[in-house]
Nanobody, 121 residues
């Protein structure tokens, strides 16, 4: 079993930055950040292979968001820069212990409780 605890959400003005953290308990093969805005489907934002550190991003956040990890702390981060109002959503950390590692929510069996990010114009 893997438990995920997110932190770092909040409110910021457009153009600002936030950093999300997700601490995992136990082994994980792949981790990712997803987001869901009210009335919209959950969207994959970024994912990282834990061993190779290979990353992938949604087109909507490329060049603005960076996913990274700290293996000693078993924690991943999402650095979000140049935030836009359309980035407003609940952000979820997700983890998988094997299989595919992509931006599909079906690839992940473990989820955090979510942290709210609100960007005002």
């Amino acid at each position: 079993q893997v438990q995920l605890v997110e932190s770092g959400g909040g409110s910021v003005q457009a153009g600002g930055s936030l950093r999300l953290s997700c601490a995992a308990s136990g082994y994980t093969y792949c981790m990712a950040w997803f987001r869901q805005a009210p009335g919209k489907e959950r969207e994959g934002v970024a994912r990282i292979y834990r061993v190779s550190r290979n990353t992938n991003y949604a087109d909507s956040v490329k060049g603005r968001f960076t996913i990274s990890q700290d293996n000693l702390k078993n924690t991943i981060y999402l650095q979000m820069n140049s935030l836009k109002p359309e980035d407003t959503a609940m952000y979820y950390c997700a983890a998988a212990r094997g299989g595919l590692c992509n931006l599909s929510s079906q690839a992940f069996g473990y989820w955090g409780q979510g942290t709210q990010v609100t960007v005002s114009s």
